[in-house]
């Protein structure tokens, strides 16, 4: 039981590091969450600072979604048979990028973070998911539409890869959640009103 709340203590601290906040108050002063969808994510760091610092932040959050999981695999073996330990840090690291204790519970849709912890615990599954994501916000010029999209898919590509029951029921868990946090640019994609990546 201790490994489980610690795997769930080190998720939600490393998961709400506001990595697009820090680097966008370090660069210019300003709070991102007062600019275009007040969202931390590395979408609403490029309105600041351009593409360089939309991939420098998508891929540090990446990083951040990543490690807690690794290191809960590694150091926090209880119930590791059914993944138990890395799952529940996956988890917390989703619930901190998008409610960090560090910026009042607000945060960023946990997209790249969610993409971290894939990637952590099956490298595999996780380079599907990032490059559906890729290819879809390619094609579309939406980024929430490939998030939604390549989340949404996560569950299954892990039962095709014959991963443990955690990870799937985890997959399915995450892609519901970072789904639910896109509901109003869902609501903007129908309209037709939300923003492309590129024009």
Not at 101 to 129: D, E, Y
């Amino acid at each position: 039981m201790l490994h489980i709340i610690f795997a769930a203590i080190l998720g939600y601290i490393i998961g709400s590091i506001p990595t697009g906040y820090l680097i966008v108050k370090a660069k210019t002063g300003q709070d991102i969450r007062q600019v275009g969808s007040g969202s931390t994510g590395a979408t609403n760091v490029k309105r600041v600072l351009g593409k360089k610092w939309f991939f420098t932040v998508m891929i540090l959050d990446a990083i951040k979604g990543a490690v807690p999981v690794i290191l809960a695999y590694f150091f926090l073996s209880a119930y590791a048979k059914y993944g138990l330990t890395p799952v529940i840090a996956a988890i917390f690291v989703l619930l901190g990028h998008s409610k960090s204790i560090f910026l009042n519970f607000t945060g960023g849709k946990s997209v790249a973070s969610g993409v971290g912890t894939i990637l952590a615990l099956n490298p595999l599954v996780g380079i599907c998911v990032a490059l559906i994501w890729a290819v879809i916000t390619w094609i579309s010029k939406y980024v929430s539409l490939g998030s939604i999209i390549a989340l949404a898919l996560s569950p299954f590509l892990m039962w095709a890869f014959k991963q443990p029951l955690g990870y799937i029921a985890y997959c399915a868990i995450g892609a519901v959640y970072i789904i639910w946090l896109h509901r109003e640019n869902i609501k903007r994609l129908i309209k037709g009103e939300e923003n492309k990546v590129r024009k």
